[in-house]
């Protein structure tokens, strides 16, 4: 018997429960994954809370694994059984020893990421690379600020903007996630709980503000960030970590002609052909050492619930893997 996290109503981590399952045979188009590191995001957090109601339950939550491809429906000629790949699909239902998959989903793997460093970055760098160079293109020159930066994203972020050329200004809530966004490459730190951050911003630029400012934390940022922008400037919104960003006047954006993006990795991945694009410039970037790989915690499939309170303490070092 087959084991797996499933969530039966919405509310605290005590909900994510280790269940035996019984998956079917995988069908026409289909693999069947075994998991050898599923991947913990915040929007998991998101899910499990009810704040998204996008899993139907009673489910099983989690975007994103790595393992080992051991079987193959009708009609299926790659991958072949033995392969090792990472899937990354809306439909959830992750956190489990083995799942069915559309044979589509499967992104082959270089040898040189390990299982839980690739199943906690690969979703991470396709969003960056959607930040920077879909939500807005970082051109050589350009400042911009990014928010949570001593976090996985964050990392990745700064580090990949860096290498653009941009001038990077980091967000961060501590001393801790300050050093890690200095190691990724930011050019200034600025703890936006101790400093105004649109002041400092501004004293930084010369009064300017950037190009961009990437956000995932959400309501407690949005102003602040709108505050930092230069003109013409670009708020790309691609997380809420502190609630939802509430309704505002778009007339708001106008004194500095801004814009707001609100961009979603699965729609820059909704195509074979953009995934494998996408994917593809991901694994050069690590290749290249443009991006670090993440090294994250491992937790047990069975401590889901622990990784759900390390996340919303604020206390991840950048990545959480469940091992089956």
């Known amino acids: 018997m087959e084991r797996a996290i499933v969530l039966r109503e919405h509310g605290g981590p005590e909900g994510l429960v280790l269940e035996p399952v019984d998956p079917p045979p995988p069908g026409p188009g289909e693999i069947r994954v075994r998991h050898k590191a599923i991947a913990v995001n915040f929007h998991d957090c998101y899910v499990r809370s009810g704040l998204y109601r996008t899993l139907a339950l009673p489910g099983i939550p989690g975007l994103e694994a790595v393992g080992i491809v ?150 407690d940022t949005f102003q602040a960030s709108l505050a930092c922008l230069d003109y013409f400037g670009t708020l790309v919104s691609y997380g809420q970590a502190s609630g939802p960003v509430p309704p505002f006047a778009l007339s708001a954006l106008a004194g500095k002609s801004l814009s707001v993006a609100r961009p979603i990795v699965f729609h820059a991945i909704r195509t074979p052909t953009s995934r494998n694009t996408a994917a593809a410039e991901v694994f050069a970037a690590f290749e290249a050492g443009i991006i670090r790989p993440i090294a994250p915690l491992t937790l047990a499939l069975a401590d889901a619930a622990e990784a759900h309170r390390i996340i919303e303490s604020g206390e991840s070092p950048g990545g959480i893997v469940l091992i089956p």
């Open 70 to 219: 051991e079987a193959a429906g009708p009609g299926v000629d790659a991958p072949a059984v033995g392969d090792r790949i990472g899937w990354i699909s809306p439909t959830y239902g992750g956190y489990a020893s083995v799942r069915n998959l559309p044979a589509e989903l499967a992104i082959p793997l270089p040898d040189s990421l390990g299982d839980a460093e690739a199943a906690a970055s690969i979703m991470k760098a396709l969003t960056v690379r959607m930040l920077v160079r879909e939500s807005h293109r970082i051109e050589p020159g350009q400042t911009v600020l990014v928010h949570a930066a001593g976090g996985g994203a964050g990392q990745l972020l700064t580090a990949w903007a860096r290498h653009l050329g941009a001038t990077v200004i980091a967000s961060v809530g501590g001393e801790e996630k300050a050093r890690r966004a200095r190691s990724a490459g930011a050019d200034h730190v600025v703890l936006y709980r101790d400093e105004d951050l649109a002041a400092r911003v501004g004293e930084i630029t010369g009064g300017a503000g950037v190009a961009a400012v990437y956000d995932s934390v959400g309501a």
